[in-house]
């Protein structure tokens, strides 16, 4: 699989010579045969965020890596429990005293494409993800499950569809995918428990962002109505089952169900409602994320240290008020990493992002982020493509940007859906990586396509969740007057200084 590249967060990596400290610290260990000693590079170790909040890569646990054999490197790491470590673009399952050996190749690396192949040898782990995706094998389940609930047309059907009994047999076979993909797992009973938890939870986690975009997706209200029963089914179910708040799906899974609530567009008082039938520690996990997104009042976030008692949330919520730009960063404006990004249009003519707002005289710029690839976003193409009620619009020109891997595929899918070309533009190479770690920090974007944006022609961020291009309105503009009344796009603050 081609992925464009995106380099994750790096931490020194040198041989360490071993002296007074005890070796046996290092409890457990990961020897990586390479094909050449160049792939080293390709594999920066790091640690899965716990509380999955970003950044997702944060600094790996104590370790000793031996570069000194020609086409090997071993790794000893100190873990006292279950821990999900990043080699490269895949995260891993790994517990303390196991010993994984493994054959790694990067096939290609340039600054468009990335492409490398893994090969467990032996080892009792594996994969949340690879290449910084799920694996292909997942990907078409769920799309299978998706395609099914689109064609329900009734409210029941829904309901039935998302059961707890349902959702627990579709479960199971994300378990029989992992064991599938990964012969190297043990069958015995703590291990077969383990993957079996974090199976149901990753595939909750990634259901409920096929749920979302299905909810966003629908108009009929009975059905709408429906798909929020399911999801609050889901929480009460998961809400009485035996967490691990040491397992980061647990926290992953919780925070896909609060983003499905907050893209429902509630306050946080509604938010925090929706909880109420869960135990007082994902009840905080709720509000620390409304806490972090800005979605709380200023009475609501007096005394919230005092509130999160768990403790890995109060040092988050501390760290969140130290930080001396909390606040500036976000500060609702494109940055001048995102205004230099190169793009190009349709006769291949390079361009960089700001010119966008410069060259748009309508006073709103609503952005499709989409791809060749994803099958989620050529729907809602042509959806758009039967009405195209935005190409002559005075006050919202709709920007469609094409995240590629090559120049090869986007034209076909602009001249397949009839799509305005001055209004098409191509992301790739470097640029991909900068406009995807720039919004995710500036405007909360998880990565997922397609994603709308709606920003004002001074590049100011009006709602970082617009309706997708089918179905906005011009008269939806008027509900985002002034940002004070947008609680979806924080404090507002003056622009950045212009480009140099």
Same mark, same amino acid.
């Given at each position: 699989?081609?992925?464009?590249?995106?380099?994750? /967060? +790096? =931490?020194?990596?040198?041989?360490? &010579?071993?002296?007074?400290?005890?070796?046996?610290?290092? #409890?457990?260990?990961? &020897?990586? #045969?390479?094909?050449?000693?160049?792939?080293?590079?390709?594999?920066?170790?790091?640690?899965?965020?716990?509380?999955?909040?970003?950044?997702? =890569?944060?600094?790996?646990?104590? #370790?000793?890596?031996?570069?000194?054999?020609?086409?090997?490197?071993?790794?000893?790491?100190?873990? %006292?429990?279950?821990?999900?470590?990043?080699?490269?673009?895949?995260?891993?399952?790994?517990?303390?005293?196991?010993?994984?050996?493994?054959?790694? %190749?990067?096939?290609?690396?340039?600054?468009?494409?990335?492409?490398?192949?893994?090969?467990?040898?032996?080892?009792? &782990?594996?994969?949340?993800?690879?290449?910084?995706?799920?694996?292909?094998?997942?990907?078409?389940?769920?799309?299978?499950?998706? @395609?099914?609930?689109?064609?329900?047309?009734?409210?029941?059907?829904?309901?039935? /569809?998302?059961?707890? %009994?349902?959702?627990?047999?579709?479960?199971?076979?994300?378990? %029989?995918?992992?064991?599938?993909?990964?012969?190297?797992?043990?069958?015995?009973?703590?291990?077969?428990?383990?993957?079996?938890?974090?199976?149901?939870?990753?595939?909750?986690?990634?259901?409920?962002?096929?749920?979302?975009?299905?909810?966003?997706?629908?108009?009929?209200?009975?059905?709408?109505?429906?798909? $929020?029963?399911? &999801?609050?089914?889901?929480?009460?179910?998961? +809400?009485?089952?035996?967490?691990?708040?040491?397992?980061?799906?647990?926290?992953?899974?919780?925070?896909?169900?609060?983003?499905?609530?907050?893209?429902? @567009?509630?306050?946080?008082?509604?938010? !925090?409602?929706?909880?109420?039938? +869960?135990?007082?520690?994902?009840?905080?996990?709720?509000?620390?994320?409304?806490?972090?997104?800005?979605?709380?009042?200023?009475?609501?976030?007096?005394? !919230?240290?005092?509130?999160?008692?768990?403790?890995?949330?109060? #040092?988050?919520?501390?760290?969140?008020?130290?930080?001396?730009?909390?606040?500036?960063?976000?500060?609702?404006? !494109?940055?001048?990493?995102?205004?230099?990004?190169?793009?190009?249009?349709?006769?291949?003519?390079?361009?960089?992002?700001?010119?966008?707002?410069?060259?748009?005289?309508?006073?709103?710029?609503?952005?499709?982020?989409?791809? /060749?690839?994803?099958?989620?976003?050529?729907?809602?193409?042509?959806?758009?493509?039967?009405?195209?009620?935005?190409?002559?619009?005075?006050?919202?020109?709709?920007?469609?940007?094409?995240? $590629?891997?090559?120049?090869?595929?986007?034209?076909?899918?602009?001249?397949? =859906?009839?799509?305005?070309?001055?209004? +098409?533009?191509?992301?790739?190479?470097?640029?991909?990586?900068?406009?995807?770690?720039?919004?995710?920090?500036?405007?909360?974007?998880?990565?997922?396509?397609?994603?709308?944006?709606?920003?004002?022609?001074?590049?100011?961020?009006?709602?970082?969740?617009?309706?997708?291009?089918?179905?906005?309105?011009?008269?939806?503009?008027?509900?985002?007057?002034?940002?004070?009344?947008?609680?979806?796009?924080?404090?507002?603050?003056?622009?950045?200084?212009?480009?140099?």
């Amino acid at each position: 699989m081609l992925r464009t590249q995106r380099k994750p /967060s +790096c =931490y020194a990596q040198t041989t360490e &010579v071993l002296t007074d400290r005890k070796e046996e610290v290092y #409890n457990t260990t990961i &020897v990586i #045969n390479l094909k050449k000693n160049a792939d080293r590079e390709s594999l920066s170790l790091a640690q899965h965020n716990p509380l999955f909040f970003s950044p997702r =890569y944060i600094a790996p646990p104590s #370790n000793s890596i031996d570069t000194l054999t020609n086409l090997k490197t071993v790794i000893r790491v100190a873990i %006292e429990k279950p821990t999900y470590l990043s080699l490269g673009f895949s995260f891993l399952y790994i517990e303390p005293g196991d010993s994984l050996n493994m054959d790694f %190749e990067v096939l290609l690396q340039t600054k468009e494409r990335y492409k490398d192949t893994l090969h467990i040898n032996h080892g009792n &782990v594996f994969f949340k993800q690879r290449n910084v995706g799920i694996l292909p094998s997942f990907n078409k389940y769920l799309s299978n499950i998706y @395609d099914s609930l689109k064609k329900i047309k009734s409210a029941d059907g829904m309901v039935e /569809s998302l059961s707890i %009994e349902r959702l627990g047999a579709m479960a199971d076979k994300w378990t %029989e995918l992992i064991y599938k993909e990964h012969p190297n797992l043990k069958h015995d009973s703590p291990i077969f428990k383990t993957v079996k938890k974090f199976g149901a939870e990753q595939f909750e986690r990634q259901l409920m962002y096929r749920i979302m975009h299905l909810y966003t997706y629908t108009k009929e209200e009975s059905l709408r109505n429906a798909i $929020e029963k399911s &999801v609050l089914n889901i929480l009460q179910y998961s +809400c009485v089952q035996e967490d691990d708040f040491d397992n980061i799906m647990t926290w992953g899974k919780y925070e896909a169900i609060y983003r499905f609530f907050k893209e429902m @567009d509630l306050d946080s008082q509604s938010i !925090i409602k929706k909880f109420n039938g +869960c135990n007082d520690t994902v009840k905080q996990y709720a509000l620390l994320n409304l806490y972090k997104d800005g979605m709380l009042s200023e009475q609501e976030k007096s005394g !919230i240290i005092d509130k999160l008692t768990y403790p890995a949330f109060k #040092n988050y919520a501390i760290q969140l008020n130290q930080n001396p730009n909390r606040g500036t960063d976000k500060s609702g404006y !494109i940055n001048n990493e995102i205004r230099g990004a190169r793009l190009f249009d349709v006769n291949d003519k390079e361009l960089v992002f700001e010119d966008l707002f410069e060259r748009t005289e309508q006073p709103y710029l609503l952005f499709d982020f989409s791809g /060749s690839w994803c099958k989620p976003c050529l729907e809602e193409m042509s959806v758009y493509a039967k009405t195209r009620h935005l190409d002559n619009s005075k006050k919202v020109r709709p920007i469609w940007l094409f995240f $590629e891997n090559d120049k090869t595929k986007w034209l076909n899918i602009v001249e397949r =859906y009839n799509l305005k070309k001055e209004n +098409c533009f191509l992301v790739v190479g470097e640029s991909g990586p900068i406009l995807k770690k720039q919004f995710a920090l500036l405007f909360d974007w998880e990565g997922e396509f397609p994603h709308y944006f709606l920003f004002a022609n001074e590049g100011e961020i009006i709602d970082k969740r617009a309706r997708p291009l089918s179905m906005f309105e011009e008269n939806n503009i008027s509900d985002f007057s002034t940002r004070k009344n947008n609680k979806n796009s924080g404090i507002p603050l003056p622009p950045p200084p212009p480009k140099q």
